[in-house]
């Protein structure tokens, strides 16, 4: 099976390119305590799915720096059983589950008016508080990449003592945030990376424990979050997940940017959350999507894309070609595969990793004998630490009929209370997919345009803009309102509690969609709300389409 030489250095380009990429992922750690200079927690984002008195929670970790300054800690009731997931799961999932924006463009402009455009684990359970003043290890376990400890104190300063001296950077505020958890009886989980463990080999932790509800430890991360850090929550049960102990609260989308795309519209709205939660005092929820339709088989990666890869794999009878095929595969993720190649096949001294997609050099730098070994080790490590832990996430969500999406951005100083949620059966659904309608006629030979609302907002088939002049192209138009409609409070059955429901006038925009900012900067430019902190551009996709392999 050989390869064309000018395809297999554009593989090994590619495949540098998108290490290159993988690099630039923001410095942040998913966890709580990070051991690495001017750490910022740039978001979290968890699964929480909900078994009668059993809450298993996902996490996603993620991190930038050296594998040897990795540490993250995480306060949980009781002792958890610990395992591994998948990154995969957490791209697809949040792709699948983002709120959609759509509008619907009727009638023309005035022909007259200037072109726009508008429209459309192994465990070793070794207690052990030798030598630890004040702190018990309750277990030491290896789960996955990790070395776990399991630890538990009712003296907060004696476990900062320990932590700080086993290498968890606390931070100045660490001793503060830690107080309260150990006041409430918490233990904590402690993590590093394993000797020969690199930071692609992290994945997300899965934790199983007893707990009445599902609650996120947010007070904790405050030791290291941005301004407007962005929290996104998926909540899997028999019903509609809400939160019990913040607010929930539904934009005014009037503010939205409804008129570049639904991507752009995306931007707009996670900096229109971050208002309208500033407005309801700090601490609040919304909700993305609510609803029993959402289908992991087809919305999250299949654990048969991997071992239809491995069976390719095996297939091939030279060993050399089969390290090059397998450095040189987009079915597996990068970092991770060459990280399993650096442990299992370690580079000759002055060498980088361009020879492992390459089989002329590594027949050049490798014994036969030493090929065929790594190989077999490989696929053992490949299973292990790629396939398996795809099948625990996926584990996470079988046979629970409903899905809830809540998102919300908080600073350090509203990080003062742990955000708790639970199920309530008597609520409807909230759909992914928002929608409005922009009426524009030509009356004598003048433009006018009005925008309504609908579907997916909870105002459907309200009026909101009427507008005079060239439509909105891709800039919101300035709109002098709050950008929170409601909020409520929410518990396990019944309605909703409102607490403020505000009633807008039908806003009047005069010449073409933009203008000056407002005080809170939405509605202006391209993106509108969002184009903050919490806003998202993607200037360059950079699309691998699907590849065929002649076999």
């Not at 990070?34 to 059993?54: M, P």
């Not at 700080?164 to 660490?174: A, Q, V």
Request: aromatic share 8%; hydrophobic share 40%; net charge negative.
């Amino acid at each position: 099976m050989k390869r064309n030489p000018i395809i297999q250095a554009i593989l090994s380009l590619a495949v540098l390119a998108i290490s290159v990429c993988g690099v630039s992922r923001a410095v942040a750690c998913g966890g709580f305590f990070c051991e690495l200079v001017t750490i910022d927690q740039a978001g979290e984002q968890i699964v929480f799915r909900k078994d009668g008195d059993t809450v298993t929670a996902m996490v996603l970790i993620q991190y930038v720096g050296d594998a040897e300054q990795f540490s993250w800690v995480v306060p949980v009731p009781g002792i958890p059983e610990l395992s591994v997931g998948s990154d995969a799961v957490f791209a697809s999932l949040e792709s699948s589950t983002r709120p959609q924006f759509v509008l619907e463009t009727n009638g023309q402009r005035c022909p007259s008016d200037d072109d726009l455009f508008f429209g459309g684990a192994s465990a070793d359970n070794a207690a052990d508080d030798g030598g630890n003043e004040g702190v018990d290890v309750l277990e030491r376990l290896a789960v996955g990449p990790f070395d776990v400890e399991i630890i538990a104190s009712d003296d907060a300063m004696a476990l900062s003592t320990w932590l700080t001296s086993n290498g968890y950077d606390l931070t100045e505020r660490g001793d503060e945030l830690i107080e309260p958890y150990v006041n409430e009886g918490m233990n904590f989980v402690a993590l590093k990376l394993q000797q020969n463990q690199g930071v692609g080999d992290i994945e997300p932790l899965i934790m199983k424990y007893q707990s009445e509800n599902a609650t996120v430890p947010i007070r904790l991360t405050a030791v290291a979050a941005q301004d407007d850090m962005g929290v996104l929550v998926w909540l899997l049960g028999q019903s509609r997940a809400v939160p019990l102990n913040y607010l929930h609260v539904t934009p005014n989308y009037t503010r939205l940017n409804w008129y570049s795309g639904t991507f752009n519209a995306y931007s707009s709205y996670q900096g229109l959350i971050t208002a309208a939660m500033d407005e309801a005092g700090g601490q609040g929820f919304a909700t993305d999507y609510a609803g029993s339709d959402f289908d992991p088989d087809n919305s999250l990666p299949a654990v048969s894309t991997y071992t239809d890869e491995l069976v390719f794999l095996s297939e091939i009878n030279d060993d050399a070609e089969f390290v090059a095929d397998l450095s040189n595969t987009f079915v597996f993720p990068q970092d991770k595969v060459q990280a399993i190649l650096g442990r299992e096949l370690p580079l000759p001294e002055g060498e980088d990793g361009f020879i492992y997609s390459v089989p002329e050099l590594l027949n050049e730098s490798y014994t036969e004998e030493e090929l065929a070994d790594a190989r077999a080790r490989i696929i053992v490590e490949i299973n292990n630490t790629i396939v398996k832990p795809l099948e625990e996430a996926l584990a996470v969500f079988a046979g629970m009929p409903y899905m809830t999406r809540m998102y919300t951005t908080l600073s350090a100083d509203e990080m003062t209370l742990d955000p708790s949620f639970s199920f309530n059966p008597d609520l409807d659904d909230q759909p992914m997919t928002r929608r409005a309608s922009m009426n524009v006629d030509c009356n004598f030979g003048a433009t006018t345009w009005t925008l309504t609302l609908g579907e997916g907002t909870g105002r459907d088939g309200e009026l909101v803009i009427n507008g005079s002049g060239d439509p909105p192209g891709f800039s919101a138009p300035t709109i002098d309102q709050e950008s929170m409609w409601r909020s409520e409070r929410v518990d396990t059955s019944g309605p909703p509690e409102v607490e403020t429901l505000r009633t807008f006038g039908v806003a009047r925009v005069i010449g073409a969609g933009g203008g000056e900012p407002d005080e809170t900067g939405c509605g202006v430019g391209l993106f509108g709300c969002g184009s903050g902190a919490a806003g998202t551009l993607i200037v360059t996709v950079f699309g691998l389409g699907f590849l065929k392999r002649r076999r």
